[in-house]
Every structure is written in structure tokens, then in C-alpha cells.
């Protein structure tokens, strides 16, 4: 089967770093996106690995490790605004840009 | 502003009967989805379709039909045979082949009684 794992819930104060770290299991890869979730909204775009390394996008950035079917993403001056859902997907089909989705971290930044 | 519109917004079924979330994009994208998130939990494929007149079952299909007759529309219609259909629906489409984002409506709450 495939699968994305990640922590379900992690918490943080105003101000702190926070990692959220995600490992996959597809039968394909063609790349790791991070999408941020308020509550009852609409999920939204964060930031996208097609290569190893890592991505920087203002306070937040993202890192794959493929060897390993790793990646995370680093939040950096946390505020009370970044409590949300943060979900990992993976592209893993070629000719499509379906994604599968981890079941989601809940975030809760405290002030 | 483009975007994608998913109507109704929450909406309540007697169980028996079917019921159809609308969803339209103007944004010109090729390919759109439809995910169902239970609470808590991730979002799982329903349908895709990359391109008019033609869609594909995703991961839990069973339940659920589509149609994509054109470009900007993909309406998915949650029938009878889906055996737990309340949920958080979510539609969402991407530039076909892009490798990269896709864009996500507002989500319709579907609700059976």
C-alpha cells in the first residue's frame, strides 16, 4: 500500500521553531508538497521538494530527503496564526498530478 | 479573481438519496479532483479527471459518480450506495502536469439524517 506518516499532533509557543517531519511509502515519487489547513477551510498551498534539500519560503521551509523517503517542514518564528493542520502529499504518478495525503499534523501555537 | 467554487456549503441528506456538491473553476486548469476528508483525519481521492470528458476512480470511489462535460465543471454526486457519505467534501484542480500545486475549493459539509 502507500502510505505518509506523520505526527498527529505537535505544540509549540509564540516565537519557537517547530519540525514536522513526514516518511512515505508510494510505489512512485515525483515530489513532497506541504499544505496548511485552518479549521473548516480550504487546504492551501505551503511549499513543494521535487530534489533533495532544502526550500526556504519566508519563515517557512521544507527539506526531502529521497534516499531516506524523508522530508519535513521547519516552522520559524511561530505565531498564533500557524495553528492549523500541516499535511504532506505525495505526487507519486508520472502523467498525473494526484496526490496522496498523510493524515496530517495538528499544529497549536501557544502564546 | 479566479478560484474555485464549491456550492452548496453544508448540506443535509436523508439517507436514500443522492445529492450533487457543485464545484467550478476559472482558472483554466486541466485537471480537478475531488478529496473527502473525515474530521481529523487526511484528505483521500474520490475522482480525478485530467481533461474534459474523461475521469478516473481514485482511491475510494465506491458510492460516488462524476461527470466532467466541461472544462470549468466537475460535480460529484454522492449516491444511496455510499454507506457513510457524512463528510467534509473537498474539490480541486491543477494546470495539468504541473508537478506541483494544486488549488482547493472551500469545501462543501455533507451531512446525512
Known amino acids: 500500500g502507500q502510505s505518509l506518516e506523520q505526527p498527529s499532533e505537535v505544540t509549540a509557543v509564540e516565537g519557537a521553531i517547530v519540525q514536522i517531519n513526514c516518511t512515505y511509502q508510494t510505489s512512485g515519487f515525483y515530489g513532497l508538497s506541504w499544505y496548511q489547513q485552518h479549521d473548516g477551510g480550504a487546504p492551501t498551498f505551503l511549499s513543494y521538494?521535487?530534489?533533495?534539500g532544502l526550500e526556504e519560503t519566508g519563515r517557512f521551509s521544507s527539506f526531502l530527503s529521497r534516499s531516506d523517503s524523508y522530508g519535513y517542514l521547519l516552522l520559524q518564528e511561530l505565531q498564533m496564526k500557524d495553528s492549523a493542520s500541516y499535511f504532506c502529499a505525495v505526487r507519486a504518478s508520472y502523467n498525473t498530478d494526484k496526490l496522496i495525503f498523510g493524515t496530517g499534523t495538528r499544529l497549536q501555537v501557544f502564546p | 479573481d479566479g478560484g474555485i467554487t464549491q456550492s452548496p456549503k453544508y448540506l443535509f441528506r436523508k439517507e436514500g438519496q443522492n445529492v450533487t456538491l457543485s464545484c467550478e473553476q476559472n482558472?483554466?486548469?486541466?485537471?480537478m479532483y475531488w478529496y473527502r476528508q473525515d474530521p481529523g483525519q487526511g484528505l483521500r481521492l474520490i475522482y480525478y479527471s485530467q481533461i474534459v470528458n474523461d475521469f478516473q476512480k481514485g482511491d475510494i470511489a465506491e458510492g460516488y459518480s462524476v461527470s466532467r462535460e466541461k472544462k470549468e465543471s466537475f460535480p460529484l454526486t454522492v449516491t444511496s450506495a455510499q454507506k457513510n457519505p457524512t463528510a467534509f467534501y473537498l474539490c480541486?484542480?491543477?494546470?495539468?502536469?504541473?508537478?506541483?500545486?494544486?488549488?482547493f475549493g472551500e469545501g462543501s459539509w455533507l451531512t446525512v439524517v
Open positions: 480541486a484542480s491543477s494546470i495539468r502536469l504541473s508537478g506541483n500545486t494544486i488549488y
Open positions: 521538494n521535487a530534489l533533495d
Open positions: 482558472l483554466n486548469h486541466d485537471a
